[in-house]
């Protein structure tokens, strides 16, 4: 157990429609970062948040949205789905960035599945 | 852009084999992390090295930074059908996102 919890496990919706996935950091960490895993493809960097505020952002959609709230949670909305946008959504935290090794630990994903 | 390259992409080898999975950049990291990910799951940490030439063992699992830290290498002896997973390189710069390998897929036959 990383100590990063992801709600919820499975997600299952339709076309057009808007979900919001959300992710409970390892205690203490201030980072955390989302990342996309379609079939077959490795982890897609999405966006960083540091202690509340956007910090690099990747690959992500403008559908796609993310923010980290004063508790250190973070939310990923998706927004206008489509039948691409299925995939596994991990999150995972680090202590700080530039502090340490810049290690992360992974939630257990959310796997998206959009009909 | 930062770059890690990991090989072999897949691998299958008899219980007992040996084997090392190669990750490789022409950029230099300030730490290397190994994540073990099993279908449906999230990725595990399995080990963070930092110092150029460091080697550390994790029971049959030994990893090496290269001495440049361009490069890593994680090396099974006597693989077992337990090892079976996808096995990820991570590359981080001090304060930026991890740069992460395609990885490497083992398969252990019984």
């Known amino acids: 157990d990383s100590g990063v919890t992801q709600t919820p496990k499975h997600l299952i919706t339709a076309t057009g429609q808007r979900v919001t996935l959300r992710c409970s950091p390892r205690s203490g960490d201030l980072s955390v970062y989302w990342y996309q895993q379609s079939l077959d493809q490795g982890l897609q960097f999405l966006i960083q948040y540091y202690n509340g505020e956007e910090r690099a952002k990747g690959n992500i959609l403008e559908r796609f949205s993310a923010q980290q709230f004063p508790d250190l949670h973070s939310e990923l909305n998706l927004s206008s789905l489509e039948l691409g946008d299925s995939a596994l959504y991990f999150c995972?935290?680090?202590?700080?960035?530039?502090?340490?090794?810049?290690?992360?630990?992974f939630g257990p994903g959310t796997r998206l599945t959009v009909l | 852009t930062q770059l890690l390259e990991q090989s072999p992409q897949f691998l299958s080898i008899q219980e007992g084999e040996n084997l090392t999975v190669y990750c490789n950049s022409s950029s230099v990291f300030s730490s290397l992390q190994w994540y073990r990910q099993e279908p449906g799951e999230g990725p595990v940490l399995l080990v963070t090295v930092v110092t150029g030439g460091e080697v550390k063992k994790l029971k049959r699992l030994t990893f090496q930074f290269g001495d440049a830290r361009k490069d890593s290498s994680l090396h099974i002896t006597a693989a077992q059908p337990g090892d079976t997973g996808l096995y990820l390189c991570a590359g981080g710069t001090s304060g930026s996102r991890l740069t992460f390998g395609e990885g490497t897929q083992l398969t252990v036959n019984p």
């Open positions: 995972a935290s680090s202590i700080q960035p530039g502090q340490g090794t810049d290690t992360q630990y």
